[in-house]
């Protein structure tokens, strides 16, 4: 068995990933327009770079589904 705490940290990650997932593809759409003004383009990196790390969706780990344990996953 996992503990507690990680499985939960874990959840939050997936809860921030699932809220924050628009916001952060709009502003990869910005930076990924090469018309866009170079200005604007780099106040979105500014923007995406202060956003919380663990809203980004490589920071989930994928762990098992009855024991919580990160690797030898049961999906």
Avoid at 7 to 22: F, L, V, Y
Avoid at 39 to 61: D, Y
Wanted: net charge positive; with cysteine; proline share 5%.
């Amino acid at each position: 068995m996992a503990k507690k705490s990680s499985i939960e940290e874990n959840n939050r990650r997936k809860r921030m990933t699932k809220n924050a997932a628009p916001q952060r593809a709009k502003l990869k759409a910005i930076i990924a327009d090469k018309k866009k003004p170079m200005e604007e383009r780099f106040a979105a990196t500014l923007k995406l770079a202060e956003m919380p790390r663990n809203s980004s969706a490589t920071r989930i780990r994928n762990r098992c589904e009855m024991t919580g344990r990160p690797r030898s996953v049961c999906r």
